[in-house]
């Protein structure tokens, strides 16, 4: 238990250290990236004395050092600085975007883990049923498949053609309440769901199907069997467990490549979270967003790190170091 | 002989097919075993009798399946049927002791939980009922104090201590015929004494057969009343224990015999039933 907490707190340690020199990366690296803010936020017509002026104000006049380091003291103070194109403190615009970020996250993820374990465990165990070796098939190619044009094409037949689901936002402009308002959610986040879920149960589904036809080689499901268990104790019990381990590692990396795909599918069905915030940020060289959103977003990649390792040392009893 | 033999393998025929070839891991054997009986199955590696162990067990690994032959426990047929179903028939009144106990328990399962199993399998039994069960197991195999045992995983105990839990899964379930596959193959050469002991006191106390498959005549001259000799997956002699020790008539088994005895020697000259040390690394 002892070894466990100082094993935690090791990576905890490594995990400050990791947000830090990030933040000085993403820092340097937005500075040198091309692009002027003050171009975009004087107009093209606005006289170089103004455009000066409003560099000064904004602290770009400065060399880079001095504004990272600036910016340093005032995010230790929780300060992400001001939005020039929002006009709002950073740390207050991201805040308002991050619950339909996570909803949708955690959403995708909940799906494609149930599925994907489902799927590729089943698999793995009736390799010779035709259907299972079809979703094989199809788990390449859903892969395969990128992000923005299934999402286009859900838009195109479900919401377009057959009017089934909405393609802009999270919620009607009806007010509602209670049940309501959860299942008018719920309805607007079918197509962004299933357009991010599609490659991660597709990834979690053959990375379950490897591992759990090698655990079902082992000599411990010989020995399940061996007392007369049933195929879905067996499968459950004692193999999807053991397989479960490769898988957890993979889901916990994916967290950053979920990232993108955010980015991406929040603009495709304007999604008011984290994603669409990034991409107008971008567009707008509205430097103080993109940073502090890319400092969010390594954060929670190493907190998800983190979260890996707990959850293996839950599962896995044999790295609990006593 | 015996009237009412407990397993009875009539001409069973084991075939491995591959793409070139088909092997024949085991060839028309036969074998009976009576009630309370102890049979041993002797052979050097690759004679077939761990496979034929596992075909009895239902356990064969594909593409490995029985060609020909009848399996039956007490006149109810085994070897028909999906092997789930199959294995069903088998569950409590057939277990097995495993050759490895470092692979054949679950990583990620605790021991009382894996022990547990075999009991409650196919029946209703209340919780309390099974706990008090299985810390019984743990304590008359020597894995003492049986709650605090159940409660570890199996990395946490040593070789002999595993391979009394898989004994403990095996017994458990008052299975009428135990199967031992080579038990202490994988121990060190003080623990595979207790072990024996173990295995040889327990399967007495609960008035249950034993058919022990090994490549040591010593250990099967000490446990078995009778022998099958397999060579190439066919039994080439078979008859009591002392008659074949001390009559052998097939020349393989005066090999495997002279073998033995040259082993023997050259391991200590300390009878072979002594050699375990009492204390095990707990």
């Known amino acids: ?322 | 002989m015996i009237e009412t033999p407990l397993l009875e393998i009539k001409g069973l025929t084991v075939e491995f097919p591959s793409l070139r070839e088909t092997v024949i891991a085991v060839g028309n054997v036969d074998i009976t075993i009576g009630s309370q009986e102890r049979v041993g199955i002797v052979g050097e590696s690759g004679s077939g009798k761990s496979t034929l162990a596992m075909a009895s067990m239902g356990l064969l690994r594909a593409p490995g399946h029985i060609a020909r032959g009848a399996i039956s426990f007490k006149g109810q047929d085994l070897a028909t049927g999906n092997l789930d179903d199959q294995r069903k028939r088998r569950r409590r009144n057939m277990a097995m002791v495993y050759q490895d106990p470092f692979t054949y328990l679950n990583p990620l399962m605790r021991i009382g939980d894996q022990v547990a199993e075999s009991i409650a399998v196919g029946r209703k039994r209340r919780k309390p009922e099974v706990k008090a069960a299985v810390v019984q197991v743990l304590e008359e195999l020597g894995l003492t104090p049986g709650k605090q045992i159940a409660r570890k995983y199996p990395h946490q105990l040593s070789g002999g201590q595993r391979q009394r839990v898989v004994l403990a899964m095996a017994l458990v379930g008052e299975p009428a015929l135990v199967i031992a596959d080579e038990p202490t193959t994988a121990l060190d050469v003080t623990v595979q004494a207790q072990i024996l002991r173990i295995l040889s006191q327990s399967i007495s106390s609960r008035g249950a057969a034993l058919l022990l498959i090994s490549h040591d005549l010593e250990v099967v001259r000490l446990l078995c009343d009778r022998i099958y000799v397999m060579k190439n997956g066919e039994v080439v002699e078979s008859g009591l224990t002392s008659n074949i020790l001390e009559n052998p008539q097939h020349p393989y088994t005066r090999q495997l015999l002279v073998s033995s005895r040259r082993e023997d020697l050259l391991a200590s000259s300390v009878p072979h039933w002594e050699r375990g040390g009492s204390n095990e690394p707990a």
Request: charged fraction near 15%; include cysteine.
């Open chain 1, 1 to 322: 238990m002892k070894g466990t907490l100082l094993f935690l707190l090791h990576r905890l340690m490594w995990a400050v250290l990791v947000c830090l020199v990030a933040v000085v990366l993403i820092f340097l690296l937005i500075r040198v990236a091309p692009g002027d803010p003050i171009g975009v936020l004087a107009g093209e017509q606005a006289t170089p004395e103004y455009q000066d002026r409003l560099r000064e104000q904004l602290g770009l006049n400065e060399p880079v050092l001095t504004q990272l380091w600036l910016y340093l003291g005032a995010l230790l103070q929780g300060d992400l600085g001001y939005s020039f194109a929002y006009s709002q403190p950073v740390s207050s615009l991201i805040a308002s975007r991050v619950f339909p970020t996570l909803l949708l996250m955690g959403v995708t993820l909940i799906v494609a883990v149930i599925i994907g374990v489902w799927v590729g465990a089943w698999a793995a165990v009736k390799r010779d049923s035709p259907v299972f070796r079809g979703t094989s098939i199809l788990a390449v190619i859903a892969y395969s498949l990128p992000a923005f044009w299934v999402g286009q094409l859900l838009v195109l037949a479900f919401g377009v053609r057959l009017g089934w689901f909405p393609t802009i936002g999270m919620s009607s402009i009806r007010s509602l309440e209670g049940w309501d308002l959860i299942l008018d959610i719920a309805w607007h986040l079918a197509m962004p769901v299933a357009t991010l879920a599609a490659a991660e149960v597709a990834l979690i589904s053959r990375l379950t199907e490897s591992a759990m036809r090698e655990v079902m080689e082992s000599d411990y499901i010989v020995a399940a069997k061996g007392k007369g268990l049933s195929q879905r104790q067996i499968v459950y019990r004692h193999g999807l467990r053991n397989a479960m381990l490769p898988v957890i590692t993979v889901v916990g990396l994916e967290l950053g490549w979920l990232v993108a795909g955010f980015v991406v599918v929040e603009t495709v069905f304007s999604w008011p979270g984290l994603g669409t915030l990034t991409f107008n940020a971008i567009q707008a060289r509205d430097f103080p967003v993109i940073t502090g959103l890319f400092i969010v977003i390594t954060v929670s990649v190493v907190l998800a790190n983190l979260l890996t390792d707990l959850i293996y040392l839950i599962v896995d009893p044999r790295i609990r170091i006593d």
